[in-house]
């Protein structure tokens, strides 16, 4: 009736004796190891632990309310999930700080785990919709035995943000303090430790800054570049002049001025420093070229995964203001201008956090706006410039089946 | 440059002193309650617990591999949502087992539990795809230290697929031996409690053999549509026969008589049990009529919600064999054809559970080759036919602020 393959046939009921059949059957080979001793599931996860620590306030207090255990259960899977972000962050902060990112046999680690944060990422925003299962009126019942306990309390995600690069100056306050004042002892001190150490964004800017194609006395990437747009520029301006005058060419050339007004802002360091004064720009001027160049040369061999590791980390700013909104628009639902149970305004507090102010590799999302005709791109000899094929793996510690931690 | 509305404006950096600002800011409004004493957020979700619990095996015997920790978490988030889903799932049982399920008051509660138990699988089907950010390589590094563990071990998997309805009789023997096997005395025993208890196939048999409309001396559903279907069949046949011969005429014909075989099975109540017990229908010919009944009316007032709870049954069933498939994919891509750490054959006992013996609600994915066109379901009257608006809300112990809100 079904037509099913596997249903009818070859497998006999449990209560009737095996058939020959089966004594060729593929899919029982084998032989049952559990009883032999050596670890077990419920061990190797530590299950006890993990599955033992759901406890409902709302039945502590005596009125035990069936939708509190999603709402504990949610959570929870979201802090493991952190969890192994931080542990896929540190390792490859540890790769820069090392300096085993220098040996270029590195970068596939690299690319490969920040893109598994992203992915992770992925799956943290659709988990939402599984909490949003839980109506309004279902939360209500609940949310008065959790008194000030506030996701603000969530060390994990402020030990990400910060590792990251999230800007401490540039955070919004909480209620007018300082976010580290939610947490005390020890947990304050590891937030306090986490911010001496080199961020993922320091650590990349000064990647970036060690892009090859950049030393002026080599290839002199950046003032090729100046040279080319600016003769650009100036022969589209010429060619606009030749034309008769009219409302087109008139939208024309008001066009033509922007971009050279853009391109100027471009060149200009001085611009730059002010820009990341004020926190608009995070890379420094050098690194902003590095990243530039990875762009137009991004089919180079050698910058094939540099280019995919700069869209990992863009992708991971947008996930992160994904969550962030899509956090703000549950909250706004679930508890409309009431007041967080940490005593924040709530969704007020949370909207103000999804903006640009938190996105930590800006400067990446901002290159589009500098992209020129390939015409304008200062050109590669291979005879001469070897270095966009050519990897440096010197780094003698980099070993691939070393004896001490493998990370 | 960045062209954001919260840029610049109105957040000045703690380090300055213009907090006047800040007052008639919304954002800013409040005051932190963290500082004082109550509960906090890593107590409340025992985070203590939680977050010191991956410990890695590769580590522990001095060739830490990094990918084992990614391993860990993966199941870990698994065995946590699986317990959320017997959490839904228990507390649904509870309300048809007390009876609770007849004041129709709680349909509400079922359905969106039952609901939220397909998101929940929605979510651990996406989560695969993070696991597979671990190559064939990076898994090979570790996979020596995980035996004997093996998810063969998860004693939550088990219960929830014998709570949901999943014959044990059925099951494809792994390595000859009951799956009941790989679990110490306690375990064991809780899985044979989730066998014998009822499951939530049986439960919702029971719910739709009660089926309002079912009754022979009422409505008589079954009776009319049986008539109904032969008329209209006959019918049909006749105007095939008036038609001049040819090859079309021939092929109709013979459409209409492979219709009628399909129909006449239909109403063949031996031929159902006979199919119950090759185990490829699981439901009674009683509640067989019910589900029929109610995806027939499903616009009527009454059988709405239900209609969905049928639908959301089906998700399930669908969402586990993808979720099998998936596993099973991942699987082969990881070890091949090698073994499992558990001992079985691996790849090759996996392929064999994405069966339709492992379906639970078969019969409701089967009865979209008995529909029927519009004409020959039963009328309905809506002066004599009252069931079909006015609900049951009989049960005094239905209570939506009871002191035991499950």
Not at chain 1, 355 to 362: A, G, I, L
Not at chain 2, 11 to 36: H, P, R, Y
Request: glycine share 6%; proline share 3%; with cysteine.
């Amino acid at each position: 009736m079904s037509g099913c393959p596997f249903l009818g046939r070859k497998y006999p009921l449990f209560t009737s004796k095996p058939s020959q059949a089966e004594e060729e059957d593929e899919s029982q080979k084998g032989i049952n190891k559990a009883t032999k001793g050596g670890i077990v599931y419920g061990e190797y996860l530590q299950l006890d632990k993990v599955l033992n620590a759901q406890v409902l306030q709302s039945q502590q207090k005596g009125n035990k309310i069936h939708d509190e255990h999603l709402f504990i259960v949610t959570h929870q899977a979201y802090e493991l999930w952190f969890k192994q972000i931080l542990w896929e962050l540190d390792s490859v902060r540890h790769l820069f700080i090392k300096k085993h990112v220098r040996d270029e046999r590195n970068m596939l680690k690299v690319v490969s785990r920040i893109h598994r944060i992203t992915m992770i990422f992925k799956l943290l925003v659709e988990q939402f919709v599984v909490l949003e299962t839980m109506t309004a009126l279902d939360f209500f019942e609940f949310r008065e035995y959790l008194s000030s306990a506030s996701g603000f309390q969530s060390l994990q995600f402020r030990l990400l943000e910060a590792k990251i690069g999230v800007a401490d100056h540039l955070r919004v306050p909480y209620n007018r303090q300082h976010y580290k004042d939610n947490f005390h002892g020890q947990e304050s001190e590891t937030l306090l430790s986490t911010e001496q150490e080199p961020t993922l964004l320091q650590l990349v800017e000064q990647w970036l800054e060690r892009t090859p194609g950049l030393e002026k006395d080599g290839f002199n990437f950046w003032g090729k570049l100046q040279a080319n747009i600016e003769e650009g520029l100036k022969m589209e301006k010429h060619k606009l002049e030749q034309m008769e005058d009219s409302e087109v060419k008139q939208d024309l050339l008001a066009d033509l001025n922007k971009q050279i007004e853009i391109f100027t802002a471009l060149f200009d360091p001085k611009r730059h420093e002010h820009l990341l004064s004020k926190g608009e720009r995070r890379l420094s001027y050098k690194a902003l070229q590095g990243a530039l160049m990875i762009n137009f040369y991004r089919e180079e061999p050698r910058f094939q995964v540099p280019f995919q590791l700069l869209t990992a980390l863009m992708e991971i700013d947008m996930l992160m203001t994904k969550w962030r909104y899509n956090h703000v628009c549950m909250v706004h639902r679930m508890i409309g201008s009431k007041a967080g149970t940490g005593g924040s305004s709530g969704y007020h507090y949370l909207r103000s956090t999804v903006s640009d102010r938190y996105k930590v590799f800006v400067d990446l999302f901002n290159l589009a706006t500098f992209l020129v005709p390939h015409a304008w791109m200062p050109k590669l000899n291979p005879n001469v410039h070897k270095f966009p094929y050519m990897a440096e793996c010197y780094d003698s510690s980099y070993n691939s089946y070393s004896s001490e931690d493998s990370d | 440059m960045s062209g954001c509305p919260y840029f610049q404006r109105k957040f000045v950096s703690t380090s300055k002193q213009n907090l006047k600002e800040d007052e008639s800011d919304d954002s800013q409004i409040g005051v932190n309650k963290a500082s004082k004493g109550d509960l906090i957020y890593g107590d409340y979700l025992q985070l203590d617990k939680i977050v010191t619990s991956q410990v890695l095996q590769s580590e522990l015997k001095g060739n830490k591999i990094h990918d084992e920790h990614l391993f860990i978490v993966t199941h870990q988030a698994y065995e946590l949502w699986f317990k959320q889903v017997l959490w839904e799932l228990d507390s649904v049982r509870e309300i048809f087992i007390s009876g609770h399920v007849r004041d129709e008051r709680n349909m509400l509660k079922v359905n969106t539990r039952i609901h939220r138990i397909v998101m929940i699988f929605r979510l651990l089907l996406d989560q695969f795809a993070v696991l597979e950010t671990m190559t064939a390589l990076d898994f090979y590094d570790f996979r020596e230290y995980l035996s004997p563990a093996s998810g063969f071990q998860s004693l939550q998997f088990r219960l929830l697929e014998n709570k949901i309805g999943v014959p044990h009789n059925q099951r494809v023997p792994y390595n000859r031996r009951h799956y009941r096997d790989n679990f110490g005395d306690q375990e064991s025993e809780q899985l044979l409690h989730s066998e014998q208890e009822p499951t939530m196939l049986q439960l919702v048999e029971q719910w739709l053999e009660r089926t309002p409309g079912l009754e022979e001396d009422g409505f008589n559903f079954w009776g009319k549509l049986e008539t109904n279907i032969f008329e209209g069949l006959r019918r049909e046949k006749e105007k095939i026969e008036q038609k001049p011969a040819s090859e079309i005429k021939e092929e109709m014909m013979a459409e209409l008589i492979k219709q009628r075989d399909i129909f006449l099975s239909l109403f063949d109540e031996k031929r159902h049990d006979h199919l119950v017990s090759t185990g490829q229908r699981r439901l009674s010919y009683k509640a067989l009529q019910g589900a029929l009944m109610i995806y027939f009316y499903r616009e009527e007032p009454r059988f709405q919600v239900p209609f969905q709870l049928l639908t959301s049954l089906m998700d399930i069933d669908t969402l586990m064999t993808k979720w099998r498939y998936n596993h099973v994919c991942m699987v082969h891509r990881m070890i091949g054809s090698k073994a499992g750490t558990g001992g079985s054959s691996g790849y090759q006992y996996l392929r064999s559970t994405v069966s339709d013996r492992y379906k639970v609600f078969v019969d409701l994915f089967n009865l979209a080759t008995f529909l029927v066109p519009r004409e020959w379901i039963p009328k309905m009257d809506p002066s004599e036919h009252t069931f079909l608006y006015m609900a049951e809300c009989c049960d005094s112990s239905y209570c939506s602020s009871s002191d035991d809100s499950d």
